[in-house]
């Protein structure tokens, strides 16, 4: 499962929309180790100034690393974190994680991170079965 649900949230969900802070709480609470990438990669990129940043540190566990997949693979969870951020996201292989401004999104590094070139320069024999 992706997420706990906390009961009145699920009430809240099955009357209608669900508020965007209440989401995004559930999934910090639910996913704390790729909630605290996604802080850490956001929090370099504030204190950097760059027009991105990104964190390529291995989890120290499959159920860490599950937590990534699991936020970064839906649709929902990773629209949620980029709303609270203010950034776009993106992923590699299965941990790499990069936070790009949105100003940035066209820029050549994005393209470069989220292209097939960029995948296939970030592969190596330990990250094949991850």
């Known amino acids: 499962m992706s997420l706990t649900v906390p009961p009145a949230l699920l009430d809240t969900a099955q009357r209608g929309p669900v508020d965007d802070a209440d989401f995004v709480a559930c999934v910090r609470d639910s996913l704390p180790y790729a909630w605290q990438t996604v802080s850490r990669v956001v929090a370099e990129l504030d204190a950097t100034g760059a027009e991105h940043a990104d964190d390529a540190l291995p989890?120290?566990?499959?159920?860490?690393?599950?937590q990534l997949l699991r936020a970064l693979a839906s649709d929902a969870i990773r629209g949620g974190l980029e709303r609270h951020f203010g950034v776009r996201l993106a992923f590699?292989?299965?941990?790499?994680?990069?936070?790009?401004r949105p100003a940035?999104?066209?820029?050549?590094?994005?393209?470069?991170?989220?292209?097939?070139?960029?995948?296939?320069?970030?592969?190596?024999?330990?990250?094949?079965?991850?």
């Open 59 to 66: 989890p120290p566990t499959e159920a860490e690393r599950g």
């Open 92 to 100: 590699q292989n299965c941990h790499r994680v990069a936070a790009f």
């Open 104 to 130: 940035a999104v066209d820029s050549a590094a994005y393209r470069d991170f989220v292209s097939p070139r960029g995948q296939l320069l970030n592969q190596s024999p330990e990250l094949r079965n991850c």
